[in-house]
């Protein structure tokens, strides 16, 4: 096999955006040969736009069952991720999912134990992976020249909609079609982040503020603190309706404090450890001694096509993927653990009981009230 032929279930946004890449041959490994939506405005768009060789489906799992497609990207609103990466597999065919790998994670864990036992790829869209930043931290952490990790601080909210983007459609902003707001939409790529940076934190408390912002059923500002297992503390603060907003990751070691923001990377390092220096300095007052220098990447930062170049290599050549679908459920426990910590006003360990966060949130999805949706898809280009 040459080419990976791959099929999209889901044309909105991101899954129009994929498809336009595909068609203009940004990733020469994959060849688009399908696509599917239940939304028939979504099928004509596909019929009258994308080229007559394309096959266009109204269900993803004909899409599956049709032969026209060696693996599939699904592009879905989250509650079928799971469902349609389980049936893609058991039906032989590779599988990538937009992020989140879901709404929640037993049904996460689910879809996971399903990978473990297929012989197929099974990748996920965690995009920012490719970004030269957060892989140079990555490297420097996974150095061990850092030292331990003292504090995380991570303000990320330059993630602004306006109100039009909520009402484009009718399962967007509802418990009941999205399953949450900016912790499950825009967030996963920076809890994905900072699990693989930092690990999981073991203790969490979040305050998630509902249409706090926006006319919507959901989160739109949230701000958590979390205890990790080593020590360390964290607090993370996001939200889509601070304009400008900020972006601004900082990142405290025993050797230093790096921030990474407007894609760079500060590192502020010390002369000696802090920990050794501050059992052994006689001056009350005195710090050790710093240097600052900026870091040197690669410069790369490929995203949404970096991520579907190496699953197609995976596939042809054995190659090494972005992210692992099975790493989905990582910055989910995170999602997951703020909204339950939020729900009910209290501190929760991770793990948490996933039975209890699922009883949770389907008295939301009972509460949720059904729109509709303004049809409009927004072109999704450069905003992940």
Not at 152 to 171: E, L, M
Not at 276 to 292: A, L, N, S, V
Request: proline share 3%; glycine share 10%.
């Amino acid at each position: 096999m040459d080419k990976l032929r791959l099929g999209i279930i889901g044309i909105g946004g991101m899954g129009t955006n994929h498809a336009n890449s595909l068609i203009k041959g940004l990733v020469p490994k994959i060849k688009l040969t399908a696509v599917a939506d239940t939304d028939e405005k979504r099928l004509s768009f596909a019929k009258e736009n994308f080229p007559s060789d394309i096959a266009v489906f109204n269900d993803g799992k004909q899409l599956i069952d049709s032969g026209k497609c060696d693996a599939v990207l699904i592009a879905t609103p989250h509650y079928f991720h799971p469902e349609f990466v389980i049936y893609a597999l058991r039906h032989g065919l590779h599988a990538i999912s937009e992020k989140p790998a879901g709404v929640y994670t037993k049904q996460v864990r689910e879809m996971n134990e399903v990978a473990e036992k297929s012989d197929r790829v099974f990748a996920i869209m965690f995009n920012q992976r490719t970004n030269c930043v957060y892989r140079k931290l990555h490297e420097m952490i996974g150095s061990q020249e850092l030292g331990k990790l003292k504090r995380v601080n991570w303000i990320i909210t330059d993630w602004y909609r306006t109100q039009s983007y909520y009402d484009a459609a009718g399962w967007k902003a509802t418990w009941d079609g999205e399953g949450g707001g900016v912790l499950l939409n825009q967030c996963p790529h920076q809890l994905d982040l900072l699990q693989w940076l930092c690990g999981m934190p073991v203790k969490v408390r979040a305050f998630c503020h509902e249409a706090k912002w926006h006319d919507i059923e959901v989160e739109d500002d949230v701000t958590a603190y979390m205890e990790f297992g080593g020590g360390a503390t964290g607090v993370f603060v996001t939200s889509t309706g601070d304009a400008p907003g900020t972006n601004r990751l900082e990142l405290t070691f025993e050797m230093g404090k790096i921030v990474c923001e407007g894609d760079k990377l500060i590192f502020d390092k010390l002369s000696e450890n802090e920990r050794e220096f501050c059992r052994t300095c006689p001056d009350g007052f005195r710090k050790p001694e710093m240097t600052r220098r900026e870091i040197e990447t690669d410069g790369k930062n490929e995203q949404h096509i970096g991520v579907l170049k190496a699953f197609a290599d995976r596939i042809l050549n054995g190659g090494k993927l972005i992210a692992e679908g099975r790493e989905g459920i990582n910055g989910l426990t995170l999602s997951n653990a703020m909204f339950l910590s939020s729900w009910l006003d209290k501190t929760v360990s991770i793990p948490f009981d996933e039975d209890l966060f699922l009883e949770e949130l389907n008295k939301r999805r009972a509460g949720s009230v059904k729109k509709e949706g303004t049809g409009v898809v927004f072109d999704t280009t450069g905003t992940y």
